[in-house]
């Protein structure tokens, strides 16, 4: 049999994504680094190893696909991806396609597509999100490549990709890099978002004195309403899961240093470089960096003391301010989309960004089906904050947060991602801000001139007369 599409790459997400499509019927030729692999992959697919056809030579894997190819890589993103298409190019013939489907970084995409396309090969980076399970059974995929691209692998796409009233969360986004950068920031997103439960767990627990089993009972209730979703969903799960060694609360027993592989910290680089900044994100990001310092926090809590008990804040006012928050990180996860549109003209539609979250990826929620609903009412200009029914839940919903960051800042606890939500929605709505006594300072030590208000051109102040 010529397969469909080939997957290259058996590790968890590759083989996932194999099973998947194995499963709608699609014929998937399959090839790994590690040969072993291969038949560990085979031996383990049960009645869907019909579908699957495996190669140990990059030669006989290409050889095995209808024409024009579409080469799925599922590998590390970086020089391991370089690699592998230095070595499949010269097999394949012009009009194929190879596909990047891990987390990359989107500048390397744009390189590899601009690369490829010299060589007459089509280049599609993808943006793959929902973990395992995702990728077994329904991803939102977020792609990035020509619309001739598209067209081909749509059909493959639509039929593994998680659907959202019947519609498939996967959608051309835009060319070359633009899938990849769309996933990236869904990254930041899932980082903030992730931040913004574990405040909200370390407020209850080390300010309330609340019991694992009694969050998980309070994220079992948001998880049926507004807050909805499938981090609160999979937090509550595991605020009930024992320890088998000890039977302690397994959160208890699991060291507070935080992994990262990058995407959140390429999330705010590219903010940065874009003259925007995620700081929200950021603040995700921090808390990270600073988690791994374990040794220097122990230090420090005996020296410079902790935080205290005794917060004192309602389960409706936690809620609130959590809704408060994951709005304003989305909204300056989208501001950055938006952004990064104009800067590389990839007319990126917020409004189907926002849809192909709905369901399938790990930031997916009730509130994105309200995002989306928002960016089809109001010009997509990427300010979430001003579209109407955005910005009244927010006038509802900031008392709570300001409330919750007051209350945690008294006592002592951390919440870099709640305050960071804070300062940026109180700057965002300050029709005059800070920045006169900036411009005025820049003049004075390096006669940098500023604009002044009502008149053209570029003033200097009296200081140096
Ligand atoms: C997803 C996830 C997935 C992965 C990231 C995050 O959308 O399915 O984001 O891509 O979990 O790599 O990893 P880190 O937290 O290690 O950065």
Not at 97 to 111: C, K, L, S
């Amino acid at each position: 049999t010529v397969a469909r599409i080939g997957i290259y790459g058996l590790g968890t997400m590759g083989s996932a994504l194999a099973l998947n499509m194995a499963e709608h019927g699609i014929d998937v030729a399959i090839s790994n680094r590690e040969v072993p692999r291969i038949n560990a992959f085979m031996d383990a697919s049960g009645d869907l190893s019909k579908r699957l056809h495996p190669h140990e030579t990059l030669a006989g894997f290409v050889a095995g696909l209808e024409v024009p190819r579409l080469v799925l890589f599922m590998i590390p993103s970086g020089d391991a991806m370089d690699e592998m298409i230095t070595r499949i190019a010269p097999l394949l013939d012009h009009g194929d396609m190879i596909i990047d489907a891990g987390n990359a970084d989107f500048h390397a995409t744009r390189r590899r597509a601009a690369d490829l396309a010299r060589q007459k090969l089509h280049f599609v980076g993808m943006g793959v999100s929902g973990g395992e399970q995702g990728a077994r059974h329904g991803p939102s995929m977020m792609v990035g490549g020509s619309d001739h691209s598209w067209q081909q692998l749509a059909p493959v796409l639509s039929s593994i990709a998680a659907r959202f009233r019947g519609d498939p969360c996967v959608a051309l986004l835009g060319p070359d890099g633009a899938g990849h950068f769309v996933k990236t920031v869904h990254n930041g997103i899932e980082y903030a978002d992730m931040q913004l439960i574990a405040e909200l767990h370390s407020l209850l627990r080390y300010g309330m004195a609340w019991t694992p089993p009694e969050v998980a009972d309070l994220f079992t209730v948001w998880n049926d309403g507004p807050l909805q979703s499938y981090l609160v969903g999979i937090t509550a799960n595991i605020l009930r899961a024992s320890d088998p060694d000890t039977g302690h609360p397994m959160i208890d027993v699991i060291k507070d240093s935080a992994g990262q592989k990058g995407t959140g910290r390429w999330t705010v680089i590219e903010a940065l470089c874009l003259g925007q900044s995620a700081t929200m994100i950021e603040a995700a990001v921090a808390a990270r960096s600073w988690s791994s310092e374990k040794d220097t926090r122990q230090t420090a809590e005996t020296v410079l003391g902790g935080a205290r008990l005794g917060v004192s804040l309602s389960a409706e006012t936690l809620a609130d301010a959590f809704l408060a928050a994951r709005i304003l990180a989305h909204a300056q996860g989208f501001r950055l989309l938006s952004e990064a549109s104009d800067h590389y003209d990839w007319q990126l539609d917020l409004a189907r960004i926002a849809e192909i979250w709905r369901a399938g990826c790990i930031i997916r929620s009730a509130l994105l089906d309200d995002i989306a609903a928002a960016f089809h009412d109001t010009p997509k200009h990427g300010e979430l904050i001003l579209a109407p029914v955005i910005a009244e839940r927010l006038g509802h919903a900031i008392p709570a947060l300001r409330e919750t960051v007051a209350a945690a800042v008294h006592a002592g606890h951390a919440v870099p991602a709640l305050s960071a939500a804070l300062a940026w929605y109180d700057s965002m709505r300050q029709g005059f801000g800070t920045a006169n006594i900036i411009q005025a300072q820049r003049d004075v030590f390096g006669r940098h001139g500023f604009q002044r208000l009502g008149q053209s051109g570029v003033h200097h102040g009296p200081w140096w007369d």
